[in-house]
């Protein structure tokens, strides 16, 4: 009965925004380190963002450091995903991840929980 569903992806061009929804249904994410994970045609599966369940204390990519913000409302059980001055090079599907968790790891496969992908297109 776990649950993620991520919104928010569309086609934007380079320099807009997006921001990214994941809504959590079956589990309460009070307890769960939340993550984003990105993954383009034939390319590995991409750490982006994390913020832990205690503190809330957040990781971010290199490639994303300064551009994308990280949050949680545990009251409406979503994770967000602020995403600013998009390169094409972000162009991915993105996943939203939990774990329960308080090491906010980088790994895509120590998360066993995911969402199906929402699709962010950047053009140049």
């Known amino acids: 009965q776990v649950q993620l569903v991520e919104s928010g992806g569309g086609l934007v061009q380079a320099g807009g925004s997006l921001r990214l929804s994941c809504a959590a249904s079956?589990?309460?994410?009070?307890?769960?380190?939340m993550a984003w994970f990105r993954q383009a045609p034939g390319k590995e599966r991409e750490f982006v963002s994390v913020v832990t369940w205690i503190g809330g204390a957040t990781r971010y990519a290199e490639s994303v450091k300064g551009r994308f913000i990280v949050s949680r409302d545990n009251a409406k059980n979503t994770v967000y995903l602020q995403m600013n001055s998009l390169k094409p090079e972000d162009t991915a599907v993105y996943y939203c991840?939990?774990?329960?968790?308080?090491?906010?790891?980088?790994?895509?496969?120590?998360?066993?929980?995911w969402g199906q992908g929402t699709q962010v297109t950047v053009s140049s």
């Open positions: 991840a939990a774990a329960r968790t308080a090491a906010y790891l980088t790994d895509y496969q120590k998360y066993p929980y």
């Open positions: 079956g589990f309460s994410i009070s307890n769960y380190d």
